[in-house]
Nanobody, 111 residues
């Protein structure tokens, strides 16, 4: 079983930056794809970004050029660097891997 624990969510002004972290349990972390999803108020959960074991990345169009996903296999941790934040980025952000989910971390962007 995989356990995922997100951290780094906060209240930030528009244009600001945050870095989310997701610490994962399990010895196979380095072998699996990791991802970040988000759920806006009243909306369905949506994919933000993924990173494969080989470091290949995918970004949703609405974060391209602003967010960067990365991983540190030595720390079993995946990161989401979020720059140029907008009020519409306000959401609960979830870490995902192999159909396991973290508990989520709240990101609030004020205008």
């Amino acid at each position: 079983q995989v356990q995922l624990a997100e951290s780094g969510g906060d209240l930030v002004q528009a244009g600001g930056s945050l870095r989310l972290s997701c610490a994962a349990s399990g010895r196979i972390f380095r072998l699996v794809t990791m991802g970040w999803y988000r759920q806006l108020p009243g909306k369905q959960r949506e994919l933000v970004a993924t990173i494969t074991s080989g470091g290949n990345t995918y970004y949703a169009d609405f974060v391209k050029g602003r967010f960067t996903i990365s991983r540190d296999n030595s720390k079993n941790t995946v990161y989401l660097q979020m720059n140029s934040l907008k009020p519409e980025d306000t959401a609960v952000y979830y870490c995902w891997s192999m159909n396991y989910w973290g508990q989520g971390t709240q990101v609030t962007v004020s205008s």
